[in-house]
T-cell receptor, first 115, second 110 residues
Framework: NAGVTQTPKFQVLKTGQSMTLQCAQDMNHNSMYWYRQDPGMGLRLIYY???????DKGEVPNGYNVSRLNKREFSLRLESAAPSQTSVYFC??????????????FGDGTRLSIL | GDSVTQMEGPVTLSEEAFLTINCTYTATGYPSLFWYVQYPGEGLQLLLK?????DKGSNKGFEATYRKETTSFHLEKGSVQVSDSAVYFC?????????FGTGTRLQVFP
């Protein structure tokens, strides 16, 4: 059982380039999330999708877009990368709505550096 | 707004020592509380959870009790191992999202 799979694992971009981070889960979960992790700041929610066809902004959405392609897949796009977006990005999923007591399952992360 | 405060690390211990990582929270309503663990190069994994006051979550020798009177959810383990070296995150289910603390790094030496 793969759980939550993120691709790529590592990426280096130049300022202004665009890219899409991919995430897929095989647990038939309804909700999916994108976080960024920066030193000393814990995890911050970028966007989430409570169910297929819906997306909502989290704490730090500026500079990002998302697409819930189907129930399994939730992608994060950087249209014009900036050095401030250098971070480790985590995708997560959970069985129910974001406000429930169900735990979230995380992928192994994408380490993104923007020069 | 809702928030989680964890003790700063790193916490450095010898193998078989007793571990406490403090976590306090501020929340409206009655959130669920979680501890997640992150091993090097990996994503976060749920370690334990508690859904109401006085509940005790436990897993792999770790325990935490949901204390509403002190708004705390401290993580404890009686005898740590080198393999417990990781970053530990306290989190709560806020009104519109999961809210994480900044994490506490634990280093256990033989």
């Amino acid at each position: 059982n793969a759980g939550v799979t993120q691709t790529p694992k590592f990426q280096v971009l130049k300022t202004g380039q665009s890219m899409t981070l991919q995430c897929a889960q095989d647990m038939n979960h309804n909700s999916m999330y994108w976080y960024r992790q920066d030193p000393g700041m814990g995890l911050r929610l970028i966007y989430y999708s409570a169910s297929e066809g819906t997306t909502d902004k989290g704490e730090v959405p500026n500079g990002y877009n998302v697409s819930r392609l189907n129930k399994r897949e939730f992608s994060l796009r950087l249209e014009s990368a900036a050095p401030s977006q250098t971070s480790v990005y985590f995708c997560a999923s959970s069985g129910e709505a974001p406000h429930s007591n169900q735990p979230q399952h995380f992928g192994d992360g994408t380490r993104l550096s923007i020069l | 707004g809702d928030s989680v405060t964890q003790m700063e690390g790193p916490v450095t211990l010898s193998e078989e020592a007793f571990l406490t990582i403090n976590c306090t929270y501020t929340a409206t309503g009655y959130p669920s509380l979680f501890w997640y663990v992150q091993y090097p190069g990996e994503g976060l994994q749920l370690l334990l959870k508690a859904t109401k006051a006085d509940d005790k979550g436990s897993n792999k020798g770790f325990e935490a009790t949901y204390r509403k009177e002190t708004t705390s959810f401290h993580l404890e383990k009686g005898s740590v191992q080198v393999s417990d070296s990781a970053v530990y995150f306290c989190a709560l289910s806020g009104t519109d999202k999961l809210i994480f603390g900044t994490g506490t790094r634990l280093q256990v030496f033989p």
